[in-house]
């Protein structure tokens, strides 16, 4: 642990003394340390984030979506007579200063969560009855912030989920090819480009008010969903910096394209890639048992195109930024977001193949 960590840890009210705090999770974006204070002979463990600038632009706006969103599930979960909520969904540790982070003398911005012990994550669903309790973390999560106007967040992403900005965006990389890595990628290029039709199929009816706009996570993939370590059961989402306006479908088709490949999203082998009609159909039954209650019929109609359609644009912006120098999503090794993007690419295959 360095001493500037722990000077960034200094600024939030956090009581007892600094035992030891290290790199924690898998998290592509964001900077993740998982600390322990020592507190009258009690240890207790919180979650100290320095949030990517470069992904978000205005990590203020970030902050206040998160601030407004941790509050709304804390006071849902009290009206409906859980105890100790922080100990079972996200909830913000106030900086010293008042403010719900703390921004340090490089402008950089840093914020803090009680380390939920109850539960732990997985990077691939395990069976089919995990695949239905990521399904109902989602809906359960979904159903809280129901009620809360998607007017009242900022669009901190502005474009985050629109397939077609992500197609737009790799037909400039395939055309300029800054990195000269195209040659490596024609094939990539032309599957992309065989599919373009999936693009608009959310957009467009999101766009006309055919379905309406909600408060949604905007990525629920299975190792955002917290399960009970005790029960199997789903506790809550985790990773709120995406979440803001958009529609149910940007959740649930990301949600069915993380969890419904056993093999998972950074997959050795290409010929181990499936989908897993199970898993769907358990995390579909998980999601409606949740959201069933507040979804209209044309959102609902519109659940299963929505699988395609994620799994596409994340094919499509794993290639646009190998193209563009692995700019966005970190990099474990010259050509991963290549790889990442081809797993996606024979995932979208075995759904088409599927049916779904």
């Not at 809360?148 to 967040?153: F, S």
């Not at 529609?247 to 010929?271: M, Q, T, Y």
Request: glycine share 8%; net charge neutral.
């Amino acid at each position: 642990m360095t001493s500037q960590l722990a000077l960034h840890l200094s600024k939030f009210s956090v009581p007892g003394i600094l035992l030891k705090a290290e790199r924690f999770g898998s998290g592509l974006i964001n900077e993740t340390f998982l600390c322990a204070f020592s507190d009258n002979g009690v240890v207790r463990n919180y979650i100290l984030q320095h949030i990517n600038k470069t992904v978000f632009k205005r990590p203020d706006l970030v902050m206040e979506n998160v601030a407004a969103v941790t509050g709304h599930l804390q006071a849902r979960l009290r009206r409906e007579g859980v105890v100790d909520p922080a100990g079972v969904a996200p909830a913000l540790v106030p900086a010293r200063d008042g403010r719900s982070h703390h921004v340090d003398g490089a402008g950089q911005y840093w914020r803090m969560f009680p380390f939920i012990e109850a539960g732990e994550v997985f990077d691939i669903v395990r069976d089919a009855a995990h695949a239905r309790e990521v399904g109902r973390g989602l809906g359960r999560f979904q159903a809280l912030v129901a009620d809360l106007p998607p007017g009242t967040l900022h669009d901190t992403l502005p474009g985050f989920h629109h397939t077609t900005i992500y197609l737009g965006q790799l037909d400039e990389a395939v055309r300029i090819d800054p990195q000269g890595r195209l040659a490596g990628a024609r094939a990539e290029a032309a599957f992309a480009r065989s599919r373009r039709k999936l693009a608009p199929l959310l957009t467009d009816p999101m766009e006309s008010g055919r379905i309406p706009v909600r408060v949604v996570h905007n990525d629920p993939k299975v190792n955002n969903v917290l399960i009970d370590k005790r029960t199997g059961k789903a506790l809550c989402m985790l990773d709120l910096d995406t979440v803001k306006p958009g529609i149910v479908h940007f959740d649930f088709g990301d949600c069915v394209r993380s969890a419904a490949n056993p093999a998972g999203e950074d997959a050795k082998e290409l010929d181990g890639v499936s989908f897993d009609r199970a898993r769907y159909a358990a995390l579909r039954e998980g999601y409606l048992s949740e959201a069933a209650s507040f979804l209209v019929q044309e959102e609902l109609d519109l659940l299963p195109m929505s699988v395609q359609v994620i799994t596409f644009e994340l094919g499509i912006r794993f290639l646009a930024d190998h193209l563009n120098g692995d700019a966005y999503f970190r990099a474990g090794y010259p050509g991963h977001n290549l790889h990442r993007a081809r797993v996606q690419f024979r995932l979208l295959e075995r759904m088409e193949q599927a049916g779904v």
